[in-house]
């Protein structure tokens, strides 16, 4: 298994300086000038840009900042934002926390319901409630995030008045209450305001649920999929044909074998969703990084938009390690492949 895994991790290696080379040049193919864009709009004084395109590195040629930055990050350092003046770790995770909360949020409620659903419809093929299922799988895979947003809010916050529109907490009713490491949940629990962290779970209700409509309805497909090709295996009827009970064959025999199909779908979901959630930070206003990163584009922040970019990359391919992880370890074969 060390093995395996030390595999995976040098594969890892020429992905990451790919990510640093792609991030460094793209952001710098897009049109602006990065010290215009943070001394304002009024004309600048050729003197002062000069002296700000120096303090700031943007003066040497690309190859030496592009060496510097590879440096930079294989020291740890990571930089500080043009604008604020602010590390940029600092404000990544305090970004990506509430991201990363969101997240698991939206896959907790996507994959419990997904993998119910779809061994619910593969185990009553051909029946009502298999295209019933289907069906709303198939509808919740094709509903824009940006559509199911606003009449999620428009039902269930302006018309129900049930839970609340946007943010993450009521900040007019818990003005002492800060997020523990960027995370809400921990920092409204940790908090001595009664009713912090119930608030806080209202807010969170309404995006992961429009966060987890499409991987919910791709794990209900795939799960329905993986257990109809497993079910009809040979060694599944000679489980059968021993009169193994229904319930034995299904935890025992299928469940095990099927869920290579559901980890791989549930890991290529999550990272999804990591990366993909700023429709979502946008309708409900989240603090998340999406916006982060967006605000750090529109300003031209190099150091925001590189190091965020290839942060959330990483988180990414840690994800897809662990898939990979569970992958040998559901299987023996593939980590002795």
């Known amino acids: 298994m060390f093995l395996f895994i030390l595999r995976r991790l040098l594969i ?56 510097n930055y590879l440096k930079d990050i294989f020291t740890g350092n990571f930089g500080v934002s043009f604008r604020d003046r602010t590390p940029v770790l600092d404000d990544f995770l305090a970004h990506f926390v509430p991201t990363l909360e969101l997240a698991l949020c939206a896959m907790v409620i996507a994959t419990t319901l997904g993998i119910a659903l779809g061994i619910v419809a593969a185990l009553k093929r051909g029946s009502w409630l298999d295209y019933t299922l289907m069906s709303g799988a198939l509808t ?37 209450v800060k997020p523990f490491y960027g995370s809400w949940l921990l920092g409204s629990l940790m908090s001595n305001q009664s009713g912090a962290f119930l608030d806080v779970l209202k807010h ?43 319930t034995r ?29 700023i429709l979502t930070e946008t309708i409900f206003s ?11 584009f529109h300003n031209r922040d190099y150091p925001i938009v590189q190091n965020g970019i290839l942060l959330v990359a990483t988180s990414l391919m840690l994800v897809s390690l662990l898939v990979d992880i569970l992958y040998g370890l559901i299987n023996p074969r593939i980590r002795h492949a």
Not at 212 to 234: C, D, H, K, Q, Y
């Open 12 to 67: 890892l290696i020429p992905v990451y300086l790919g990510l640093t080379l792609s991030t460094f040049a793209m952001i710098r193919m897009v049109p602006g000038d990065a010290v215009e864009v943070m001394m304002g709009e009024k004309a600048v004084d050729p003197a002062l840009h000069a002296a700000a395109m120096q303090r700031l590195g943007l003066d040497k040629p690309l190859p030496i900042q592009y060496f």
């Open 140 to 176: 919740g895979y094709s509903m824009p995030i940006y559509l199911l947003g606003p009449i999620l809010t428009g039902l269930f916050a302006h018309h129900l008045g049930w839970l609340p529109v946007s943010g993450v907490i009521s900040v007019f009713q818990f003005l002492d």
């Open 204 to 246: 969170f209700v309404l995006p992961s649920i429009a966060l987890s409509t499409i991987p919910l309805a791709m794990i209900a497909r795939m799960t329905r999929s993986a257990f109809l090709e497993v079910l009809g295996e040979n060694y599944v009827r000679t489980a059968k044909a021993k009169g193994l009970s229904p």
């Open 249 to 277: 064959v299904i935890l025992v025999h299928v469940m095990r074998n099927a869920l290579i199909t559901v980890v791989t779908v549930v890991g290529l979901q999550m990272a999804t969703l990591l990366a993909g959630a």
């Open 286 to 296: 989240w603090p998340g990084v999406g916006n982060w990163l967006l605000d750090g």
